[in-house]
């Protein structure tokens, strides 16, 4: 596969092969990255059948935290307690107070990074952020929080024109931004007291943003959005987590959490006036025969697609409800004890999710959700061992390709060899049974991923953290957002974004990687599967990150 390069000579020279198309693209490279506001037009192009990768870059200014400074921000002033911070702001020292700061965390700029399918650099567009010289307080601008490792993911319309993603209204280098309130959804019992809207992001292939407040995922993250585009609909579908207070939790928290359904605005950031959150599905474990949770985290999903007119997510954190795969039933008929397969002839919701507002702090919000047949059913906080799926591509609709990022387990000393050792992590084939109407593990692909090997970053410290007693150097744990191809032949190329595990004391501050592998789609066998390879196609540098990953605008 390669990369589409436009015939025009506004942007490019025409015709660019061969050694011309890689000077070009190194050219690219040294170019400064663009941002404008959402009426006026980049000076770069996405072209099909190249990658898009979110790129974080945490602004490494010894000034943005002192030691001794009171977190999380306004703690004095909310249920507390406030803690003193323990490192400066120098990276990667400063994310050691998320061992005294549980919400600990601080906005860095978005890049959108295109590279072709072996990795090499194009060109790089900056989403507006305060830093830039033509932005200014009431300006259109996003940010994501360095070090949330499930933010940013990147997803196409479903016209395949418009990319989409998530972050927040605020400038670069606020601290806790991740786990404040929304302006319109205030949990008072959140220890970090300070208010930020979140926002959904499109850009088309000429670099145009757009974007759409929200005032759900107060006191989290909203993680994912894909636009729904098509046949007359045009609304977000969004995935995150809520909540970071006691309980029971406000209303504004259980209805801004999980699976939302957000109409596009089209006025400038200022000018808009975001409403309670519109929940589009809910799941509660009680639908297993399980006994409650706490209202609302069953929601706390991740990944997010869709295929064949369905809406599928994945949970893969928190102790609350089932680590896996789950999607809205529009018919209210496909699982009547909480599992099964989507309907034939099933449509996409196009409205938020109907409640009872006299009930929804007793009983939550109405389940609309499955899990889908075949995936785990255990509840998280029993599982074992333990599933932590994230992204998912459908190759078509008898192959489903799902993540697992690794549990994390950064307890002692092991934690290399316990990376090492799972046997869930990396991705996962999964093919599905018409005759009994489940899905089934074929096998996790994992070779050349290097699980648990740690590698070297340019400028990294070396030996162990003082604070941690762990090492420095970061290993791969597992994958989280993926995206994928099949061709004419059968062969399916999977792209994804590793997760990682470290001495650090934030895990989702280490450089990770880009990686990719090749499957014959037909394949189920485990012995064909293992001699399949993962390659790394790009490595995060210095303070730097990736976190989702797609095919350009455009591409077929």
Not at 148 to 164: F, Q, R, V
Not at 236 to 265: E, H, K, M, R, V
Not at 401 to 411: A, H, L, P, S
Request: charged letters at 15%; a negative charge.
């Amino acid at each position: 596969m390669q990369p589409i390069f436009p015939k025009s000579k506004s942007s490019w020279q025409p015709l660019l092969t061969g050694v011309v198309a890689l000077s070009l693209g190194a050219l690219a490279v040294s170019l400064p990255a663009v941002a404008q506001e959402p009426e006026l037009e980049a000076g770069i192009h996405f072209y099909p059948d190249n990658l898009v990768v979110s790129r974080s870059l945490y602004n490494n200014n010894v000034n943005n935290v002192k030691i001794g400074a009171l977190l999380p921000p306004n703690c004095a002033n909310t249920v507390g307690p406030c803690v003193a911070a323990i490192d400066n702001g120098s990276y990667p020292f400063v994310f050691n107070n998320v061992t005294v700061d549980a919400s600990f965390g601080i906005t860095s700029k978005i890049y959108l990074d295109q590279v072709t399918p072996s990795g090499f650099l194009l060109d790089s567009l900056e989403v507006p952020n305060s830093s830039l010289r033509n932005i200014r307080s009431e300006s259109n601008q996003l940010v994501t929080s360095f070090s949330s490792k499930s933010e940013i993911a990147l997803n196409l319309s479903t016209d395949g024109k418009l990319l989409t993603f998530m972050g927040y209204v605020a400038p670069i280098d606020a601290i806790d931004v991740s786990n404040s309130n929304t302006p319109g959804a205030v949990d008072p019992s959140n220890p970090v007291g300070i208010n930020y809207y979140r926002a959904v992001a499109t850009v088309n292939r000429s670099g145009k943003f757009t974007f759409t407040e929200t005032n759900a995922y107060s006191g989290n993250n909203g993680r994912a959005a894909i636009l729904n585009n098509t046949r007359g609909a045009d609304f977000f579908y969004t995935t995150g987590n809520a909540g970071n207070g006691a309980n029971p939790q406000p209303n504004g928290i259980i209805l801004g959490a999980g699976a939302q359904i957000i109409d596009p605005s089209k006025a400038p950031e200022s000018f808009q006036t975001p409403t309670a959150p519109t929940p589009v599905a809910s799941f509660s474990v009680t639908e297993l025969g399980d006994k409650a949770d706490k209202i609302g985290k069953d929601d706390n999903f991740r990944g997010l697609t869709i295929f064949n007119n369905v809406v599928y997510f994945t949970k893969g954190s928190g102790s609350n409800g089932v680590n896996t795969v789950y999607f809205i039933d529009t018919t209210g008929t496909a699982c009547p004890k909480g599992v099964g397969v989507p309907a034939v002839g099933a449509t996409l919701p196009i409205s938020p999710l109907a409640y009872d507002a006299a009930t929804l702090q007793t009983a939550g919000l109405p389940s609309n959700m499955c899990i889908l047949a075949g995936f785990p059913t255990a509840l998280a906080k029993t599982a074992n061992p333990v599933a932590a799926p994230f992204g998912l591509w459908f190759a078509n609709a008898d192959t489903l390709y799902v993540t697992d990022e690794g549990d994390g387990f950064t307890g002692d000393t092991t934690l290399y060899t316990h990376a090492a050792a799972q046997t869930a992590a990396g991705i996962q084939k999964w093919i599905f049974n018409s005759s009994t109407q489940t899905w089934n593990l074929a096998y996790t692909l994992q070779n050349g991923l290097e699980l648990g090997v740690p590698y070297t970053i340019n400028k990294y410290p070396t030996g162990n953290n003082p604070v941690t007693n762990l090492p420095w150097a970061p290993a791969t744990d597992g994958v989280r957002n993926i995206t994928g191809q099949v061709d004419r032949s059968g062969t399916v190329t999977i792209y994804g974004i590793t997760s990682t595990i470290s001495g650090n004391g934030d895990t989702g501050a280490d450089p990770n990687r880009l990686i990719a592998i090749t499957d014959d789609l037909s394949n189920t066998e485990v012995a064909k599967a293992a001699k399949e390879k993962f390659h790394v196609i790009r490595k995060a540098d210095f303070a730097e990150v990736f976190r989702g990953v797609s095919f350009t605008p455009g591409t077929k």
